[in-house]
DNA sequence: TGCTGATCATCAGTATACTGTCAATATGTC
DNA sequence: GACATATTGACAGTATACTGATGATCAGCA
């Protein structure tokens, strides 16, 4: 059996299991109560208004299911809006609220000293690596997941699936 | 704003969520209905023989509230045994069966064959730096996360909990 | 021996993530 | 314009992961 440590797969997990902890540590320090999904989503849809769910899941990755909860709980605590789309009545556009705003704006330094806390181990050129590593690996594998990154253009027409 | 490909964080995540959609395909193409978590407690309860959930759990790094659950399952399924610890009745000695350990010989290729394919964007030499750099972001980070990895010496013993 | 603090397993609660399915609605084609 | 097909958002179900709490038990010590 090989070791643990020989295992990318493990050290995946490990390694996303502590950036999970430092940004919730960083987030409460600051006063915050956002998850990393959270955080995502809010940023993305502050960039992009109105955005639908579906294109909003492709930007950041993430499951549409998982999205829909998600996007619940921000509408919960006031941060986003949540109507239905003109253009489009089987999807809802996604608004940030000046709440919103007003969280996404607090929270950014606590966000960023989090990325540079989970990587503390490495040196510059390392840490520059190990993103250039991921990238590549992710590029690679981007379509084996259900929840590849799409790259949304401007008009909010996705990629086809190619699943 | 960052972009997210310039957050370690996102890119941790993305590479794990590809990891276990690869590990899912690659076990359910052999024929296991096995996760990623469920295969690391399987190998290294058969590795160690008696052991109890406090420490399973730090060898492999999850919450051991996370373990409870994945042992309860691996019980469902036959492959594990949990017995009353003799030597501490707090305790639940954990013991792989017979089925179990088949199982786990016949996984192991589909295991392998994950690993391989979730860098399979890298070269060899790629690859191997992405796991040196993971290993040692993820040992300046262990202590970071509710999970750390904690060694077991050879007798049972843990180390005590820094917290 | 009796007490105190630590440890093991578990429970309740919250938030991801995924598979698979479904109703409502769009869209492309004839 | 009717229809086959695709898409959006939602739901049910399963499995991680975590926080915080509790009961049972153990180990060290007065």
Redesign the pocket.
């Known amino acids: 059996m090989k070791d643990n440590n020989e295992m990318p797969g493990h050290l995946a997990?490990r390694f996303?299991?502590?950036a999970?902890?430092v940004f919730?540590?960083q987030a409460e320090a600051a006063g915050y109560?956002?998850?990393?999904?959270?955080y995502a989503a809010l940023a993305a849809i502050s960039a992009n208004p109105g955005l639908?769910?579906?294109?909003?899941?492709g930007m950041i990755?993430?499951?549409?299911?998982?999205?829909?909860?998600?996007?619940?709980?921000?509408v919960?605590k006031g941060l986003l809006e949540?109507t239905a789309?003109v253009?489009?009545?089987?999807?809802?556009?996604?608004r940030i609220t000046e709440e919103g705003r007003q969280t996404l704006t607090g929270i950014t330094p606590a966000v960023e000293a989090a990325q540079r806390l989970m990587i503390q181990g490495l040196s510059d050129d390392e840490a520059n690596e190990l993103m250039r590593l991921l990238r590549k690996a992710i590029a690679a594998g981007n379509e084996l997941?259900?929840?590849p990154l799409r790259e949304a253009d401007a008009k909010?027409g996705?990629a086809?699936?190619g699943r």
């Open positions: 997990r996303q299991q502590i999970v902890a919730h540590s109560d956002l998850t990393p999904v959270q639908d769910q579906v294109t909003l899941a990755a993430y499951d549409r299911t998982t999205i829909g909860g998600v996007v619940d709980r921000l919960q949540r789309s253009k489009d009545r089987r999807a809802r556009a996604l997941s259900r929840a909010g996705q086809k699936a």
